[in-house]
């Protein structure tokens, strides 16, 4: 097969979480002989447009500036600032997809996969304009659109971007989803009635290397995350303050950069000297951290599905992990590790100190998790479920 993904995050670049597991994603095509694109916008380098090869991967970028702006001195004569900015939207829309079909067409492209949300195909203004199909399958994957968090994280809904989303879903020819949870939110939020297909994103297999190897001391509890009241850290400081009063050796390490100053207020100061901050840690240095680690607590209030949560399971540590959104997808609680409600305080330091007395629990909801990530998870796994799942579109859409 020949495949394009739409990314404008793909490494080396600063990314986020979709980049890293593209790009896990497209490494893995490769290497089983399917021939890789990936383009996407990007502010960084100069040129119009790059291309280089990445282990097996064409990587094209496109730099933002040099068509960003097509057309607005054209329209620049109108006043309704509304109408404006939707000329503005159809053309980086418009040619944006130019790019992609010349792509598709020079590299003989049999399926274009891209994020649910793509600023020139999702415009965060607002506006609704009309979505033309692609002349090749286009893949649509669920990672959390514009209405999607709007919804989860409470914010005040827009109606005119649900409409978005809904257009966009309804233009794609296949729809896969990143978790059970989010796929909900698309069938029901958007009234989608097309089936979606749940493919969860694959874990590194060195993640999983030598992890038998590395056994927890201490009693040093770990999280890793943005410091921020969404992550559920500030209810994990208060619970760690209940904790550290009858567990004189523990210690609690937050890994991450975010609201620390804020946090730091809600530490008992007789507890203060037994948490570490450490700031801002590179995501390759994050296996060493979850390694020095007695276990990991998670108890974030929203995920769409977490890549945290399956590293510290690939280490072979055990994991306090929330029971919102697709927590339960993950963790079954006390056989593979522990669900909390990210408000309930007292629930977490209780949870923390029944990991912290009973070590053989411990050790076994360790050893459960890391068999289960290997068995569900790991890139072999879960390639080989994406490759069929291309291969059942590109034939269906050829008929």
Not at 162 to 178: C, E, I, N
Not at 266 to 273: E, H, K, Q
Not at 327 to 335: A, M, Q
Request: with cysteine; net charge neutral; hydrophobic share 40%.
């Amino acid at each position: 097969m020949n495949l394009l993904y739409y990314c404008d995050e793909y490494p080396p670049v600063r990314n986020g979480g979709i980049g890293t597991v593209v790009k896990l994603v497209a490494e893995a095509m490769a290497k089983r002989g399917h021939r890789v694109i990936v383009a996407g916008k990007y502010w960084e380098g100069q040129s119009r447009q790059t291309i280089e090869e990445i282990n097996g991967v064409t990587v094209i970028r496109w730099h933002k500036g040099s068509y960003r702006t097509l057309g607005i001195r054209a329209c620049d004569f109108i006043r309704d600032e509304k109408r404006l900015r939707t000329l503005k939207a159809q053309r980086i829309l418009d040619r944006t997809r130019l790019l992609l079909e010349r792509v598709v067409k020079e590299h003989q492209v049999d399926l274009l996969e891209m994020p649910d949300y793509v600023d020139s195909f999702i415009y965060n203004d607002g506006i609704v304009f009309p979505r033309k199909h692609f002349s090749i399958p286009l893949l649509l994957r669920v990672h959390g659109s514009v209405s999607f968090l709007y919804h989860h994280l409470q914010y005040v809904e827009n109606e005119e971007r649900t409409k978005q989303d809904k257009r966009l879903f309804d233009s794609a020819d296949a729809v896969s989803a990143v978790s059970a949870f989010s796929k909900r939110y698309v069938e029901e939020g958007l009234c989608f009635d097309k089936p979606i297909e749940v493919i969860y994103n694959p874990i590194e297999d060195k993640l999983f290397a030598n992890a038998s190897e590395s056994l927890p001391v201490g009693q040093t509890i770990l999280f890793f995350g943005k410091i921020a009241a969404m992550k559920g850290v500030y209810s994990l400081i208060k619970a760690f303050n209940i904790v550290a009063e009858k567990n004189p050796q523990a210690r609690l390490r937050l890994v991450g950069s975010g609201d620390i100053n804020q946090a730091k207020q809600l530490v008992d100061s007789r507890f203060a000297d037994r948490i570490e901050w450490t700031g801002f840690v590179p995501h390759e240095e994050i296996g060493n951290e979850i390694d020095k680690a007695a276990f990991c607590v998670l108890p974030s209030y929203f995920e769409n599905f977490s890549m945290a949560a399956l590293e510290v399971l690939a280490r072979k540590r055990a994991l306090i992990y929330t029971n919102r959104a697709s927590g339960s997808e993950l963790i079954e609680d006390g056989e593979n590790g522990l669900l909390v409600n990210p408000d309930d305080v007292v629930q977490i330091a209780d949870k923390m100190e029944l990991l912290l007395s009973d070590t053989t629990l411990r050790d076994c909801l360790a050893e459960k998790g890391y068999e289960m990530c290997r068995r569900r998870f790991s890139t072999d796994v879960i390639i080989s479920q994406m490759e069929s799942y291309y291969e059942e579109i590109i034939a269906r859409c050829r008929k």
